[in-house]
């Protein structure tokens, strides 16, 4: 489960969940869930004046309104299905 300042599906969020679950090594997941999440500003202050930073600042700046209460429904939707998936295992 994570919150973010990217694209809900972009690369760069995607390309994130797949390096977390891959630490995972002793662990079974049994799925991810991810959606947009506020970024402090200081953060994203920082981050836009470094160019390798600045396309990801850019989009974090409108994850502000984020988790909103679709996002939350869909946790809610993930849980539900990951309570069902672990308690059939």
């Not at 990217?6 to 995972?24: F, K, Y």
């Not at 989009?59 to 672990?86: C, V």
Request: charged share 25%; aromatic share 4%; net charge negative.
């Amino acid at each position: 489960f994570s919150t973010h300042g990217s694209l809900r599906g972009g690369q760069l969020a995607v390309t994130a969940m797949e390096q977390a679950v891959s630490l995972a090594l002793n662990s079974k997941v049994l799925g991810t869930f991810s959606c947009r999440g506020k970024v402090q500003q200081k953060v994203i202050d920082d981050m836009v004046s470094q160019a390798e930073n600045r396309a990801w600042a850019q989009e974090a700046m409108g994850a502000d309104p984020h988790p909103d209460k679709a996002d939350l429904e869909d946790a809610r939707e993930f849980a539900k299905k990951i309570m069902a998936t672990s308690s059939s295992s």
